[in-house]
């Protein structure tokens, strides 16, 4: 299994609402990041964990909420965002540092 | 502040001919550069990795350069196809640092 894995692929959700990103992946990789991405943009960092434990938050609102269960899941808690949260949230991990990154599809998230 | 830049918004090119395009960084000191690959509505593709003692590195039509001196990455696609249309990050990291940061991207657009 060579793939990262993201669900949902959409999401529509309202300002109050409390929904998770899942990503998963069986490489056996032991890094994992959250990136989000904007229309026309680069991805930008926002979370990485190492060995299953948060390594770096790129100061992101505590709104968004990572959480590595084992070493092939990684979540996203998001309650209370905005519409300017609206964006495809990637997914990534990597065997090592200096290796290359495998990204999941992204879950396109819309916030009404 | 850090920057990565790359070269122009958008490249269109005729079939067949070489796609060259260009990564510029200030304010890093990166032990590696890395280019991906991104379609529209998907997560960005891991193409090649150059290290910051390798001058050059190719993978099958690819080829990238690093001059670490220039603060310069170029990224070559020989005898380009309409496949090829796709935009093109270069990421890098900060020495020592498990995380990637991303370039603005290239759209690069092959006319047959």
């Known amino acids: 299994d060579t793939e990262v894995t993201q669900t949902p692929k959409h999401l529509v959700m309202g300002m109050t609402n409390k929904k998770s990103l899942k990503c998963e992946q069986h490489m056996g990789h032991r890094a994992m990041y959250w990136y989000k991405q904007k229309a026309k943009k680069p991805p930008e960092l926002m979370f990485v964990y190492s060995y299953e434990k948060l390594s770096i938050n790129e100061s992101v609102p505590s709104r968004f909420s990572p959480e590595c269960p084992n070493s092939s899941l990684l979540n996203l808690h998001l309650h209370a965002l905005q519409p300017e949260d609206s964006a495809l949230y990637l997914c990534?991990?990597?065997?090592?540092w200096g290796d290359g990154y495998t990204f999941g599809s992204g879950t396109r998230l819309t916030v009404v | 502040s850090q920057k990565i830049e790359q070269n122009s918004e958008a490249l269109n090119i005729q079939e067949g001919k070489t796609a060259t395009l260009t990564c510029n960084y200030t304010n890093y000191s990166p032990a590696y550069l890395q280019w991906y690959r991104q379609d529209p509505g998907r997560g960005p593709v891991f193409l090649l990795l150059?290290?910051?003692?390798?001058k050059e590195k190719r993978k099958e039509r690819l080829k990238v350069t690093f001059d670490t001196t220039l603060k310069q990455s170029l990224f070559h696609i020989t005898a380009s196809q309409p496949a090829d249309s796709a935009t093109y990050l270069c990421?890098?990291?900060?020495?020592?640092?498990?995380?990637?940061?991303f370039g603005t991207g290239t759209r690069l657009t092959v006319i047959p």
């Open positions: 150059i290290r910051e003692n390798e």
């Open positions: 990421a890098l990291d900060q020495t020592g640092a498990n995380n990637l940061f």
């Open positions: 990534a991990s990597s065997q090592e």
